[in-house]
């Protein structure tokens, strides 16, 4: 048999592009249910009151609906997570505006919502909570403590002190929360879904339904990205969508409407970090000081994990003897916060990374020559006291973004020229944009910023270990060979990648490996699709199962598997090898005391900004990003590239346009037309260079990657904005507000 190519390492088509592309992807608003019925959400319009009646208005007709409570959930009055504090629906104290209150459901949507219009919630209000430094209710608290830090910081030559704030991010999926319901015949529910985490969803529906888990199937259908936001807010969904249908008998669809997804879905925790550091003349780092505060919101969702993930990546990639990490995350009345790609550590690593470059400044370096000081190296330990053995790519990651950015020629060109207009608005000059200006314009000024990050990879300390996750690959009795997760497809490429990995343990072209669609009466549980650990855990299991599979059949043949696997279920029948997770060689993790091995190994990037900012009205627009990552052996160029692109356009909107206005517990931009996200016309040239440090512990050395993309760019761009005009921002995002105001008081300062 002619030598199979090797798929790892390839550029293989996405198995899910063309589909896409053409359009024939059905995702759940697409899929024809005869008979279904239409549901809907009666939700709160206050931060917090006390429930005390629904009132219906007598002039509907109520028999062509069918309207539950609190009172008919026919299990728990809980949507499963972390922990049992948020209800399905509302029984008693209304805790954020847009919680669920009552379900509707009618023959078509129009009468649903015709009732829903219809129905008042009588109330009695309660004073809100709506500032999470002034909540006295704690959902998570961390302290991570390293030598003697008060001490450390009296000696040190300097202390540099910081308050960075960031805000709300939307994660904006193409697709909104979508579920269809549909009744067993044999009774049960089987849920049809826009969602990540197809077991989390399964758990949650057995204990709010009181069913049976066989009862229970959840299939993801073609899902619109997540980013976090299909992480646990679909299982109360489900929840919903299930109890209207288990009520009526019939299948029930619930698709919110975009101004339903904004108002009612978790966000990226808003954050306030205050930093103290402590540094000598010379350069040495000797003390970090770190306070973390998140807004949790009403509920706890995945709130003690966000906060965990940010802590530890809090202060930065970088060795320093004496640490102290202080994070908690604290309730309000705002609607809950839960995950958003990065969790939790885009929040602390901008304060971070602004802290490194206003340090940098204040001694006189390099920033680039800073942090190449700072970096971690491998048989450094971290603040809980891990010791990097291996994979550590720190000092690599920053040489090549610095070198390819040119980013030392840039700034020593731009030395003397802070804040001056170096592209003015005349009579036929050209603006950055190429655009000719025409009788006058305005004022430009370029500037260039850097960032170093580092990002866990999989679950943090015991967590994979306690998830044992499974996975497997199985011959059919068809004769084809199947892939076996229920690592969900949202857009990353998992489909692909795993198909690569299968194939190259078996020896097969990528082509003769299929991906089994995600049903949990088929799959087992692999664990969430989160925690950039689709690749590195579930990847490595396929590949060991796999191995396993091709040794039992080339030890019953006698002959290659390629050869061989067709003949052998002709003759022994279908076959499957499952392989269960047991846990990394070494992993030594205290939860009590958040001391130990944090996370199996660490991936690496660097990101270096060119913005340029209207000296008038404080405008950005950033021009390029070049981003060079360390996620282990790469997979698939192409797919590992989109995804560094991806994350990048991301950061570029959480640093400069996506705001979050928030008055009274509620979102008051809540359309697409006031939630500004990047389009195509505001995307900077993204250079995606990849450094390659494989994590030997997992057959194909790749580590996470899809999270640490968004982790840094926005403090590149925040301090391009500083090299470009001499002011310092501290708060996210960098509106031409804050821009403009920042740079005027720069100048009143200086004057």
């Not at 669809?253 to 540094?279: C, S």
């Not at 000081?289 to 202060?315: E, Q």
């Not at 392989?579 to 939860?591: H, K, L, S, T, V």
């Not at 994350?647 to 037309?673: H, P, S």
Request: glycine share 10%.
């Amino acid at each position: 048999m002619r030598p199979v190519p090797l798929a790892v390492g390839r550029s293989v088509p996405r198995r899910d592009a063309a589909a896409k592309v053409t359009g024939a992807a059905l995702y759940t608003d697409d899929l024809v249910v005869p008979g279904a019925w239409h549901g809907v959400t009666v939700r709160s319009a206050e931060p917090r009151a006390r429930l005390i009646a629904i009132e219906r208005d007598p002039a509907f007709d109520w028999s062509q609906v069918v309207f539950l409570t609190a009172a008919d959930i026919p299990g728990e009055n809980v949507v499963a997570l972390l922990t049992d504090d948020q209800p399905v629906l509302v029984a008693d104290e209304i805790r954020h505006v847009s919680e669920p209150v009552a379900l509707i459901a009618a023959p078509d949507i129009e009468t649903a919502r015709a009732a829903r219009d219809a129905t008042r919630l009588r109330t009695e209000p309660l004073p809100p909570v709506l500032d999470p430094l002034a909540s006295e209710r704690t959902i998570a608290r961390y302290e991570i403590v390293r030598g003697d830090v008060d001490t450390a910081l009296a000696a040190a030559d300097l202390v540099i002190e910081g308050t960075y704030r960031v805000g709300h991010q939307e994660q904006l999926y193409i697709e909104p929360q979508a579920m269809i319901a549909v009744p067993r015949p044999e009774g049960g529910v089987t849920i049809h879904g826009s969602l990540q985490c197809p077991y989390y969803v399964h758990t949650a529906l057995g204990r709010a339904l009181g069913l049976d888990p066989a009862r229970i199937v959840v299939i993801q259908e073609e899902t619109g990205g997540g980013f976090g936001g299909k992480e646990e807010f679909p299982s109360g969904l489900a929840i919903h969508a299930s109890m209207l249908a288990l009520r009526i008998g019939r299948p029930v669809r619930m698709v919110y409407d975009r101004h339903e997804d904004i108002v009612a879905t978790t966000k990226r925790h808003p954050a306030v970090v205050t930093h103290r550091t402590g540094v000598m003349r010379d350069g040495r780092l000797v003390a970090q000081d770190i306070d973390v505060v998140m807004d949790a919101g009403a509920y706890t969702t995945l709130s003690p994990v966000v906060l965990s993930r940010g802590a530890l990546h809090a202060g930065g990639p970088y060795l320093c003897a004496d640490v102290r990490i202080r994070a908690r995350a604290m309730a309000t009345n705002m609607p809950p916060n839960g995950a958003f790609r990065g969790f939790g550590a885009p929040q602390t690593e901008f304060a971070a990374e602004m802290q490194v470059n206003r340090i940098a400044e204040a001694l006189g370096i390099s920033p680039a020559a800073l942090r190449r000081r700072w970096a971690y190296r491998a048989g450094d330990a971290t603040p809980t006291g891990q010791v990097l053995k291996s994979s550590v790519a720190a000092v690599e990651v920053l040489d090549r973004a610095v070198e390819a950015s040119g980013f030392e020629q840039a700034r020593a060109a731009r030395s003397d020229h802070r804040g001056v207009a170096t592209f003015a608005g005349h009579e036929g000059a050209v603006a950055p944009d190429g655009v000719a200006v025409v009788g006058g314009g305005p004022r430009f000024a370029r500037g260039i910023g850097l960032a170093l990050g580092w990002h866990g990879a999989g679950f943090t300390g015991s967590g994979e270990a306690y998830l044992a996750s499974i996975a497997g690959v199985d011959l059919t009795a068809a004769g084809s060979i199947r892939v076996l997760t229920d690592s969900t497809e949202i857009g990353q490429g998992s489909r692909t990648v795993l198909a690569q990995l299968a194939a190259d343990a078996l020896g097969v072209p990528v082509d003769d490996v299929e991906v089994a669609p995600i049903d949990t009466s088929v799959v087992p549980n692999s664990g969430p699709t989160v925690a950039s650990r689709t690749t590195m855990i579930v990847g490595a299991l396929v590949m060991r199962a796999a191995e396993r599979l091709r040794a039992e059949v080339e030890a019953r043949t006698g002959r290659p598997f390629a050869d061989s696997y067709a003949a052998d279920v002709r003759a022994h029948g279908p076959a499957r090898v499952d392989e269960r997770f047991a846990g990394f060689p070494g992993i030594e993790w205290d939860a009590e005391r958040y001391r130990g091995d944090a996370y199996p190994c660490f991936s690496w990037a660097s990101a270096v900004a060119e913005v340029d900012v209207d000296l008038d009205t404080g405008e950005v627009a950033v021009r390029s990003v070049v981003q060079a990552v360390d996620a282990g052996r790469i997979v698939n160029p192409v797919l590992a590239a989109g995804q560094v692109e991806g994350g990048t356009l991301q950061a570029v909107g959480y640093a400069t346009i996506e705001e979050m206005k928030v008055a009274d517990g509620r979102f008051l931009n809540d359309r697409l037309a006031t939630y500004v996200i990047p389009t195509a016309l505001d995307a900077p040239r993204i250079d995606a260079l990849f450094v390659e440090a494989p994590f030997l512990d997992v057959p194909h050395g790749a580590k996470g990657l899809g999270e640490l993309p968004m982790d840094i760019p926005a403090a590149a761009v925040v301090t391009a904005i500083h090299d470009a005009t001499g002011a310092w921002i501290h708060d996210l995002p960098a509106t031409p507000e804050r821009v403009l105001a920042a740079i005027l008081a720069a100048e009143e300062a200086g004057a």
